[in-house]
């Protein structure tokens, strides 16, 4: 799913809303999210999930193209955990959608 069509899912959901107020309110909340994160906190949202900063440190690395050592500097990096009721959810609806093995 991409924005927009997050955007037309909320508007169908609240058809008295019209789609630029929808569109203002979906913006508004992935930039609290974002300007959360940004100052080192943390985004949870009860029955989704809960995005946090991990840090990734500085380390020795190599260009693919040239083989060269090349030197990543620490970093951080959004990690995503998701709720019980989340990954409960997706797992059983994969289960519909998993092939069974003949023989």
């Not at 630029?20 to 009860?46: F, K, P, Q, S, Y």
């Not at 260009?63 to 990543?72: D, H, L, Q, R």
């Amino acid at each position: 799913m991409v924005k927009s069509e997050l955007i037309n899912a909320f508007a169908k959901k609240q058809p008295q809303l019209l789609h630029r107020e929808v569109t203002a309110i979906v913006d508004t909340i992935l930039t609290c999210m974002t300007n959360e994160l940004a100052n080192g906190g943390r985004v949870c949202v009860r029955g989704f999930g809960t995005f946090t900063l991990r840090c990734r440190a500085p380390k020795i690395g190599r260009n693919p193209k040239t083989g060269k050592k090349v030197a990543i500097e620490q970093r951080y990096v959004v990690h995503f955990k998701p709720s019980a009721y989340l990954s409960k959810r997706v797992d059983d609806s994969s289960k519909k959608y998993s092939i069974q093995r003949i023989g």
